[in-house]
C-alpha cells in the first residue's frame, strides 16, 4: 500500500488547511488511519486518528478543537481539517496505515504504512 499525503502549504496564524492523503488500493475500509507531524528537531508525533468504520476518533490534546481527522466519500481517502493554525503547527504531517485493525492506534509502531509526508508552515 502507498500512500501519498498532500494539502501542506504556508499560511499565516488562524488560517485554515485541509490535507489529504489518498492511497493505491480502491478503499481503506480494511486500515485505521493516523496523521502524525515532526517538527524541525523534534521526534515524531501523534496528531490523530480514525477507525476503520470512522465511527471513532482520537486526537492529541494541542489539536482536539481544531483538526478534524475524517474518511472521504473517495474510500481511499482520508483528510485532516486544520483550524486556527498556529506558528507551533510548524512541521512535516504524514499519514499512516493499520492494517486489519479495529481501534485508534496512536503511536508511530501501530501502523504498517507511511506516507512521504507533506509540510505545514505557519508564520505568526
Known amino acids: 500500500v502507498q500512500l501519498q499525503a498532500s494539502g501542506g502549504g504556508s499560511v499565516q496564524a488562524g488560517a485554515s488547511l485541509r490535507l489529504s492523503c489518498a492511497a493505491s488500493?480502491?478503499?481503506?475500509?480494511?486500515?485505521?488511519m493516523g496523521w502524525f507531524r515532526q517538527a524541525p528537531g523534534k521526534e515524531r508525533e501523534f496528531i490523530a486518528a480514525?477507525?476503520?468504520?470512522?465511527?471513532?476518533?482520537s486526537y492529541t490534546d494541542s489539536v482536539r478543537g481544531r483538526f478534524t481527522i475524517s474518511r472521504g466519500n473517495a474510500k481511499n481517502t482520508v483528510y485532516l481539517q486544520m483550524n486556527n493554525l498556529k506558528p507551533e503547527d510548524t512541521a512535516v504531517y504524514y499519514c499512516?496505515?493499520?492494517?486489519?485493525?479495529?481501534?485508534?492506534?496512536?503511536?508511530?509502531?501501530?501502523?504498517?504504512?507511511w506516507g512521504q509526508g507533506t509540510l505545514v508552515t505557519v508564520s505568526s
Open positions: 499512516a496505515a493499520n492494517y486489519d485493525g479495529y481501534g485508534v492506534y496512536t503511536t508511530s509502531g501501530e501502523y504498517d504504512y
Open positions: 488500493v480502491r478503499t481503506l475500509h480494511n486500515f485505521a
Open positions: 480514525i477507525t476503520r468504520s470512522g465511527g471513532a476518533t
